[in-house]
């Protein structure tokens, strides 16, 4: 049985780099227009000439997101943007509304058609249409069972990729449609602005008693719209023989050190999977050493835990620093990303591991001279690492229980 890809998020260039050093097998990204996340995570044109170029040259797959609904204003953009994308070489376009799909077919016919699972694909029925209509993938909708997923994969054509998330931030609303951040905040959820106000701590105000905020549940928590987040690490058999083609790690608004620790959990995991071995532990400890809310499994298996406690987030570690350049015998320039002192116990996380512990001996400055600390932010430093690293390498703190 084939293995799935492995598709990971990228929200800059290091992102994109750190993705495919720590083995994702295509990257998902945005450019200027349309795509459902902030414009803080799109790559402006040259940019994302160079992201493609980069992906491309490691034998890998750029898959660009224009998942927005689109307004009638907004149609006329569409055409010389998707030339350009297709221009660019982008392997396929993510899309979420049926007239972008058609206008695709038209404007950029070499980029294959990936339907977002902003669509809501639940059916085979449904799947069906949209490859009759041009589209080489359906992301299906969070809410599928994993029952459905078996059924659709049955009763459509065997030509028709199907992807699932695997990993990441869930929504309380259905797919992603939601109006909430609209009404409270004026931020389109539709169109990348979403405030997340499902995240924020709620309390109930009885008409006749204005001022009095009510508790709304019992354990003390009011986090009542604040779903889990979704880790399927553990069950990612179970999401190939059921039919899945290709697995999606949500995060493009997240961190390069998310990006890589995530990645390389599930390629980790997908290897093993591949040999036909079971789970290392250490894949699924690196779940935990990014910050996410307490994980579930989503819809797969039922109806989710709705998580209500609070809207802070848990990890067993941090990033410490990335690598920029590294000889033979790991004598290595840094980038700081948080503070780091002599006597610190650090971890390397090379590709493929998790996590090659060793302690701080010494730092030094960009020039050579010896150092007390990284304070400064984003400074450039040298130290002594387990082994050679490639460039994104990251380092970080030596994971501690999930808090």
């Known amino acids: 049985m084939k293995t799935p890809e492995l598709l990971s998020p990228a929200g800059d260039l290091d992102r994109v780099h750190t993705a495919l050093l720590y083995g994702a097998d295509a990257v998902y990204l945005a450019g200027r227009l349309f795509g459902m996340r902030a414009k803080s995570v799109s790559f402006q044109d040259t940019e994302l000439e160079q992201a493609i170029r980069l992906i491309h040259e490691r034998g890998k797959k750029a898959y660009i997101t224009c998942n927005v609904l689109p307004r009638e204003k907004e149609l006329a953009l569409v055409p010389d943007y998707f030339a350009f994308l297709q221009e660019l070489g982008a392997d396929a376009l993510i899309l979420a509304d049926l007239g972008l799909l ?20 639940l059916n085979s029925e449904t799947a069906s249409f949209l490859y009759d209509l041009g589209a080489d993938t359906v992301v299906l909708a969070r809410e599928c069972s994993m029952e459905e997923i078996r ?6 054509p065997p030509a028709l990729r199907i992807e699932a998330f ?20 004026g931020r389109d959820s539709n169109h990348g602005e979403c405030a997340q106000p499902c995240r924020w701590k709620y309390h109930l105000v009885e008409e006749t008693r204005p ?15 604040n779903a ?3 880790c399927m690490i553990e069950h990612l058999a179970d999401l190939r023989d059921a039919g899945v083609d290709s697995f999606k790690i949500e995060g493009r608004m997240k961190s390069a050190y998310y990006t890589g620790a995530v990645t ?10 591949e040999r036909g071995e079971t789970l290392p532990v250490g894949a699924a400890e690196e779940c935990e050493a990014v910050s996410h809310r307490p994980y579930g499994t989503g819809f797969y298996y039922g109806q989710p835990r709705q998580y209500y406690p609070d809207s802070l987030y848990r990890s067993t570690a941090e990033i410490k620093a990335a690598v920029v ?18 006597g610190d116990r650090l971890e390397l996380l090379l590709p493929g591991t998790d996590g090659i512990p060793f302690t701080v001996e010494e730092l030094r400055d960009e020039s050579g001279e010896k150092i007390p600390d990284t304070r400064r932010a984003d400074m450039l430093f040298q130290m002594q690492i387990p082994k050679a690293a490639e460039p994104y390498t990251i380092v970080r703190s030596a994971r501690t229980a999930c808090g």
């Open 102 to 121: 058609r206008m695709a077919e038209r404007h950029a016919p070499k980029c294959a058609r990936h339907v977002s699972t902003q669509l809501g694909v």
């Open 166 to 185: 695997v990993h990441g931030a869930m929504c309380v609303s259905f797919s992603g449609r939601c109006l909430l951040s609209n009404y409270l905040t």
């Open 325 to 342: 350049a590294c000889d033979e015998n790991g004598r290595a320039l840094l980038r700081q990303r948080n503070k780091i002192r002599p």
């Open 211 to 225: 001022g009095q905020y009510m508790e709304i549940s019992e354990s003390g928590g009011t986090f009542i719209l």
């Open 228 to 230: 889990e987040d979704l």
């Open 264 to 273: 390389n959990a599930y390629r980790m995991a997908l290897d093993a999977l």
């Open 151 to 156: 059924e659709i994969r049955t009763h459509c």
